[in-house]
């Protein structure tokens, strides 16, 4: 499982990159490799996300009562049956020939020779310039998405802001070793923690839609009857912490976001 998640972050941190730092490549081209990782991002992602389900199935299953624990192998056995499936599918695209072309064109594209620097604005600019210049605006984007973000916002404006979270990750994880230690590991430390408290969000509400959508199937299974009446627990405890990690936002983005911080962001990355 940790392999599809390595390929899952390269991925990722590829196209921040290649979205943060586009001034500095030919569009067109550009256009067309972000397309090719948006794909295979897209086809990972059901596999990964029943993985992370039975990964942390029996730290799920620790908040049900132990002699219920039996009634819940049905929806175990649901969820496995379609990482199978899932797995499956999978292979049949990373051995296709539109995932062997795309890294090949890939590599092709990360070895150079653009050609003429006129549709390329930041290409004859030295990349502290250029990263220092998107992480200040990345960051400033969070804050400002951060700060919208109340008790009755929809779980989509907290996906939003972790989606941004990770590309200013990866820009200072890529690029900050052309600041200060000093100053880019706490940002990096405050940023992480508040990642972990969006994730957990994300992820919980993930979990939980999926083992709704078991019920159908769960209806027609030997035991499936008694394993909705038990499912329940495992949602509600889902959406339990899914509303801790929420209750927990605010005081994550307040320290990522604190005026001293701002002040600190826009000095060392000017």
């Known amino acids: 499982t940790e392999f599809l998640h390595d390929l899952r972050a390269a991925v990722r941190r590829s196209r ?31 596999t990964r996300d029943l ?19 039996a009634a819940l192998v049905p929806v175990r056995k649901l969820l496995v049956q379609h990482r199978a499936a899932a797995l499956r599918a999978l292979k049949r695209d990373l051995r296709g020939v539109e995932y062997r072309e795309g890294w090949a064109s890939y590599r092709a594209f990360l070895e ?22 998107r ?15 109340t008790a009755d916002s929809p779980a989509e404006d907290l996906h939003e802001l972790r989606k941004r979270g990770k590309e200013l990750r990866y820009l200072l994880e890529l690029f900050g070793g052309l600041w200060p230690g000093a100053v880019v ?3 990096v430390r405050t940023l992480k923690n508040l990642q972990n408290v969006l994730g957990t969000h994300q992820d919980r509400e993930v979990q939980a839609d999926h083992l709704r959508e078991l019920a159908d199937e769960l209806a027609g299974q030997v035991g499936g009857p008694e394993a909705l009446l038990v499912l329940g627990t495992l949602v509600d405890r889902l959406e339990a912490e899914q509303h801790a990690a929420r209750a927990q936002f605010a005081e994550r983005f307040a320290d990522f976001s604190s005026g001293s911080q701002r002040k600190l962001v826009k000095k060392t990355f000017a």
Do not use: C, N
């Open 16 to 46: 921040s990159v290649l979205r943060e730092m586009k001034g500095a490549f030919p569009p067109d081209e550009l256009a067309r490799q972000r397309a090719a990782l948006r794909w295979v991002q897209a086809i990972t992602g059901p």
């Open 185 to 187: 590991k706490p940002m």
């Open 112 to 133: 150079g020779g653009y050609g003429p620097t006129g549709d390329r604005p930041d290409a004859d600019r030295p990349v502290a310039e250029v990263a220092g210049r």
């Open 135 to 149: 992480i200040r605006r990345v960051y400033g984007r969070m804050v400002e998405m951060g700060t919208a973000i």
């Open 51 to 69: 993985d992370v389900q039975l990964l942390e199935w029996d730290d799920l299953l620790s908040g049900v009562p132990a002699e219920r624990h």
